[in-house]
């Protein structure tokens, strides 16, 4: 069975007998059976599959764009009712894998966790992040999320972030994203912020992250997953691994739970970090 529709760089949706059209104008190679799905990944693109209890989406995490990335949260939550399945397609540039999902939520979280930000040539290698469920992320988080979510992402962020700095020992750190800037600003902070950390926080509050003060490739590595709890307005939940290198001292590996809530305050869009060390053994 083909894709049914193909979601654009634009996040518009198309046709697939539009997406082959496309392809003959700009003469790129006419598409064979089975090849549509791989070759809208290549693009950037994504494929949808209607399937009869549920929806399957064809993406790479190394190419999605950010609006198709966003097309296909909106899909996931107007099916939600009526479909009970989602099965997530992920091409790797040589075959797919496949994950099956039985939540809206759970899915949305897991795409935004997989899907890299566009030109993010830093998403492999020492950094890793896993789509974790709300459920099986430590309970001081679960807290947190839960916070977010009983108000629909509406809470007062300082009200929340009180929750937070309470729950996870005031270990958090808050950004802005300043008129649809790439990068972010810092605007709050923990004091109970690992020590490496605190000595960039410290007086840099309202100061942009610059790649030049920090690991250029952590450095994007966070900004995309910034990007993309704000694109879907959803809280992200994940496990990471990373083998930090400040500009200054050792390398260091890193293993942690975060979690990223959106907020949209009076036209501001801020992020709220939280996270919880996780066993190295």
């Known amino acids: 069975m083909a894709a049914d529709i193909v979601?654009?760089?634009r996040g518009e949706i198309i046709s697939t007998h539009q997406f082959v059209e496309r392809r003959r104008r700009l003469k790129q190679p006419v598409v064979v059976f089975g090849g549509l799905e791989r070759a809208a990944c290549r693009l950037g693109f994504a494929a949808v599959r209607q399937l009869r209890l549920g929806l399957q989406l064809f993406f790479s995490p190394e190419a999605l764009e950010t609006a198709a990335l966003v097309r296909l949260a909106y899909l996931i939550r107007d099916s939600a009712s009526m479909r009970s399945v989602v099965?997530?397609?992920?091409?790797?540039g040589a075959d797919f894998s496949h994950r099956i999902v039985?939540?809206?939520?759970?899915?949305?979280?897991?795409?935004?966790s997989m899907?890299?930000?566009p030109g993010n040539r830093y998403s492999r290698g020492p950094l890793s992040r896993l789509a974790v469920k709300r459920q099986d992320m430590p309970s001081r988080l679960q807290r947190c999320v839960d916070g977010w979510t009983d108000d629909a992402g509406r809470a007062d962020v300082e009200l929340l972030t009180g929750i937070?700095?309470?729950?996870?020992?005031?270990?958090?750190?808050t950004f802005e994203r300043v008129d649809g800037s790439p990068s972010f600003v810092l605007r709050d902070y923990?004091?109970?912020?690992?020590?490496?950390?605190?000595?960039?926080y410290e007086g840099n509050i309202g100061k942009p992250l610059r790649s030049d003060d920090l690991d250029l490739a952590y450095h994007w590595f966070c900004n995309g997953a910034y990007r993309n709890a704000l694109a879907l307005q959803h809280p992200l939940c994940e496990l990471v691994e990373a083998h930090v290198q400040p500009p200054k001292g050792s390398p260091m590996r890193r293993r942690y739970h975060r979690i990223i809530l959106p907020f949209y305050?009076?036209?501001?869009?801020?992020?709220?970090?939280?996270?919880?060390?996780?066993c190295l053994c």
């Open 265 to 278: 305050k009076k036209s501001r869009q801020l992020v709220l970090v939280a996270t919880q060390p996780h």
């Open 164 to 173: 937070v700095q309470q729950q996870t020992n005031d270990r958090f750190v």
């Open 190 to 200: 923990g004091r109970n912020n690992p020590g490496h950390a605190l000595r960039w």
């Open 7 to 9: 979601i654009d760089e």
């Open 87 to 92: 099965v997530l397609s992920a091409w790797d």
């Open 115 to 117: 899907a890299s930000s």
């Open 102 to 112: 039985r939540s809206a939520s759970e899915a949305i979280g897991l795409l935004a």
